[in-house]
């Protein structure tokens, strides 16, 4: 755990003091490409299990619920953080 918490606050430290000036179409493409292969092997995983695979039909409303209010409260956390650090207007 302590290693994926270095390299959350190497990444931050970083993004801070470069401050979006060496952000270039090719870091943006990379970027996309790790999120994707990210999703990728969440779902590979998801489907070999196969008491997992079998369970996710069962969730049905609880999980649709929980995956909305996520998606809605991460949109409005990022817009209440960029609008404390001066974010676009």
Do not use: C, R, W
């Not at 292969?37 to 619920?65: C, H, N, R, T, W």
């Amino acid at each position: 755990m302590l290693i994926f918490l270095l390299f959350l606050m190497t990444g931050i430290a970083l993004g801070y003091f470069l401050n979006g000036k060496h952000v270039d179409k090719t870091q943006k493409i990379f970027l996309n490409i790790s999120i994707l292969l990210l999703l990728f092997f969440m779902g590979a995983s998801i489907g070999k299990d196969p008491e997992l695979f079998d369970k996710i039909a069962g969730f049905g409303f609880q999980a649709l619920v929980i995956a909305s209010s996520t998606i809605f409260f991460s949109i409005i956390g990022v817009l209440i953080v960029v609008s404390f650090m001066g974010g676009k207007k």
